[in-house]
Each structure stands twice: as C-alpha cells, then as structure tokens.
C-alpha cells in the first residue's frame, strides 16, 4: 500500500497568557507525533478527551496551523502550503464532526448544503447536474429525493450524521478526517453509522483517520491503532495485535476499562491513579509517569523514545528497552 499521508513530528502549542507576570505560556497541545496513512485504510486515532487527538486531526486539515513538523499529503508537504494551494487541497480531504448540526446552517435546505462544495470545486457541468449528484449521494447515505427540500432541524442526530457524511462525500475526496463521528449518538444508531462508513469507505474508495476516545468503536472500523496520551503517541499497531498484545501501560489501562459481556472472560480492570495532568505543564520525562504502575528513576527525567516491538507494532515505554 502506497502512504497517502505521513504525518512527521508535528507539534501545535497554543499560546495562552498566563495570569501572573508575563511569561508566555503554551498549551502543548500536541507534541511530536509521527504516523503514516496509507491508501485504502482507517487508522483508529484513540485517546482520552483533550489528549490532542482532534487537534492533529485539525491541524492535517489546516484549520489550525502546526507549531512544527511535516504533513505530507500525496508526496507534498501540506504545512508549507498557502491558503489558496490549501484550498485545493481541501477537497481531496473532508472532515465529519462529532456534531454535524453545528456545520449545517439551519436555514438552509440539506440538499443546497450538500451541493456547496459542489460548486465551491467546479464540480457537475451546472446546477441541474449538481442537483442530481446531491439526490444520489442522499440516497447513497439512505435517504429518499425529498429530503433534499428538508431542513436540518428536521432530522435526528443520526440522520444529520449521515448528511455529514454526504456532504463529505460531495467533493469525492480522498481522505476523511472522522471526528469522533459517533460519540454523539445513541448505541443503537453508532453501529448504523459505523457501517454506513464502511460501506462508503469501499464505495469511494476512502481513506480515513478516525478519532475517537472510545476504543470499542475504534477497533471495529480500523485497520491498526495509534494511543495517545497528553499530546503523545504512545503505542502504534495493527488493531489485533493491540488487543491481543498490547505493551503500553496506558494502552493496558484503556483496553481493562472496555465492558465484555461474559464476565468470566472479564480482564482485570487496571485502574489509574490521579487525572490526567494539564498540557499547560505536562510531566518531564514519560508524559504517563505520574500515573504508571510501572515507574521507575528514569521515567520521571527522560521521555522514551518510539521503538518497534515488531515491524507493525511500536511503543515508547523503558519496560521494552532491549
Ligand atoms: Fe511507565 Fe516508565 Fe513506561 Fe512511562 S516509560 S509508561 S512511566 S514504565
Ligand atoms: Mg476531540
């Protein structure tokens, strides 16, 4: 498989002002990650809320820019791009929000919302043809033609969620940035959506990076997992290997925190001592130590680096040195 995007060492600190003196602070956000998509996969993008996970899903679409670091999108670094170039850019990659109501102008019927990026990228010969799209990718999606005319109050989360996703669909990219897409919703109409995914996955031939805290949902739709941990990529594998063998003591914790429904077949739950510490100062050495059963000196004054347990499978945590 061919990379569709590689995402090197990115880093995005946002500036906050602190209120005593002043010093400048910086929320750090998102610190170093390198990760590499490649065509035709879902990359599960897993971690607690305000673990950066969003962030680097917003900063490859440029709607914020990094701090530093490399994202390179089809052999072209995205982060040197301008405004305009990025424009066009766009349009190989979408994004679904966690909250497709706050994306929809409420006044506007979903069919016209669907069809804007249409006519933003020059796509259909004219407004007939556009119109004709927006009624197949409705339909696609498992709406009928006269939900066109409708507007979105008129829907249910789920629905809206899948008006998302056609208006994703509308500009045919090739990367989808999913957003906790599903967090929203109910259980029963997650796994609707999941599949829904899935199905248009193979139909458009898509690519996604799929964001969420939830680790069931991820490990349903991805190909392999990335764990992050205040700003870190901390564990990276193929979405069996992670269940069956995860390293990462943070990766363990999450992974004993999933209900099973056969308690005889229940993991011991790990629990985690404290909250996760604040970005604005995160932890010298392993970002995870003020929380890991397994600290040791080390931990506590030097971050450890990624490294490969097996060819597809990394870890940054000092009980894999050697
Ligand atoms: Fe725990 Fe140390 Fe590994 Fe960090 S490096 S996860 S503190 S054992
Ligand atoms: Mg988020």
Redesign the pocket.
């Known amino acids: 498989m061919e990379p569709l995007l590689q995402v090197r060492e990115l880093k995005k600190y946002f500036p906050v002002r602190s209120i005593l003196g002043r010093k400048k602070q910086f929320v750090k956000a998102v610190h170093n990650i390198s990760f590499t998509l490649y065509e035709g996969e879902v990359y599960g993008l897993v971690g607690e809320s305000g673990c950066g996970k969003s962030t680097t899903g917003r900063t490859i679409l440029r709607l914020t820019d990094p701090t530093s670091g490399e994202g390179v999108f089809q052999g072209r670094d995205l982060f040197k791009f301008s405004n305009r170039e990025m424009q066009a850019v766009r349009k190989d990659m979408q994004m679904v929000f966690q909250d497709p109501y706050s994306s929809l102008n409420p006044r506007k019927r979903v069919g016209k919302a669907i069809e804007e990026p249409m006519a933003i990228h020059n796509i259909g010969q004219n407004q007939r043809e556009r119109t004709e799209m927006t009624m197949e990718l409705l339909n696609k999606v498992g709406f009928s033609m006269d939900h066109y005319y409708r507007f979105p109050h008129e829907f249910s989360g789920g629905q809206r969620q899948r008006i998302g996703l056609a208006r994703a669909l509308a500009v045919n990219p090739k990367l989808i940035i999913c957003d906790e897409p599903v967090s929203a919703l109910d259980v029963s109409i997650q796994s609707q959506i999941i599949n829904l995914l899935e199905d248009v996955k193979d139909q458009f031939h898509l690519t996604y990076l799929f964001i969420a805290h939830d680790l069931s949902v991820v490990r349903h739709i991805s190909d392999r997992i990335g764990v992050m941990y205040l700003g870190n990529l ?1 564990e990276e594998a193929q979405t069996d290997e992670l269940f069956s063998n995860p390293k ?3 990766t363990k914790a999450l992974i004993s925190s999933i209900p099973v429904a056969n308690p005889k077949r229940a993991r011991e739950r790990i629990q985690l001592k404290g909250e996760i510490p604040s970005p604005l100062n995160p932890p010298k ?2 970002v ?2 003020t929380r ?5 000196e ?2 506590k004054t030097v971050a ?1 680096v990624k490294k490969n347990v097996t060819s597809q499978h990394s870890v ?4 894999y040195d050697s």
């Open positions: 901390v990462h003591p943070y050495g392993c995870f130590h890991c059963p397994y600290v040791m080390i931990c450890p940054a945590c000092y009980l």
